[in-house]
């Protein structure tokens, strides 16, 4: 297992020094899970900043349901509404579904997400994005802290192949049962074009994260 992942590390080392850093920024959000048996319903109101801080990005409402078909196995669908004063205020339709899978040992669990984003607006054809996440977290029998480590690699299916990927260390602090927070730093890398020579380059931007979940049961 050490020795796959130096030989990752060793890979993607000369991408990392080879990005060029050109921003800091921040995404915070507020969502709701609400319980139904087996099946449940979410809400999630989210502001992402850029230019150290100083401007919006963008932000975006999302509401959607699933369903929990065994203990290791959950899907689900939504809608997200994304306005993104970054690229002219440009207004973005998605429809997502997802699927989830978790193995979970003792105090650990390690969890694969495959989600597909249909993204609609009036300028351009919809778009189709394939998501996929692998998560690593920790749950402590004591304490607040829910410590995790999650990859999630962005696949344009129009032709573009690799989108962006996201890079997250971060923790959820149980408040109570019903209560949580989330506290992460985001590695994030994506295309950016030189405008010099016009060839292609990865842009490294560094973002932390604050976001904030009320369970109803």
């Not at 921040?26 to 899970?33: G, H, K, P, T």
């Not at 109101?45 to 369903?67: D, F, I, N, P, V």
Request: net charge positive; glycine share 8%.
């Amino acid at each position: 297992m050490l020795k796959k992942i130096a030989a990752c590390m060793i890979v993607f080392l000369p991408t990392l020094l080879g990005a060029q850093t050109s921003d800091f920024g921040s995404w915070c959000d507020v969502q709701v899970i609400k319980s139904l048996g087996k099946a449940y319903a979410m809400a999630r109101l989210e502001h992402r900043s850029c230019e150290s801080l100083s401007k919006t990005e963008c932000a975006l409402a999302m509401a959607g349901a699933g369903y929990r078909f065994t203990p290791w196995l959950k899907g689900d669908l939504s809608y997200e509404f994304w306005k993104i004063p970054a690229s002219g205020d440009a207004t973005i339709h998605k429809a997502v579904g997802s699927l989830s899978a978790t193995l979970k040992k003792e105090e650990l669990s390690v969890s694969l997400r495959e989600k597909y984003e249909l993204s609609f607006n009036a300028a351009t054809a919809p778009a189709g994005t394939l998501r996929s996440r692998l998560s690593v977290n920790w749950t402590p029998k004591s304490g607040p802290f829910r410590p995790y480590l999650m990859y999630e690699f962005f696949n344009g299916l129009s032709g573009e192949g690799w989108i962006r990927s996201l890079h997250y260390a971060g923790t959820e602090i149980k408040i109570s049962a019903n209560h949580s927070i989330d506290v992460f730093y985001l590695l994030h890398l994506h295309p950016a074009s030189s405008s010099a020579s016009g060839t292609s380059t990865v842009r490294c931007d560094h973002i932390l994260g604050l976001g904030y979940c009320l369970y109803l049961f």
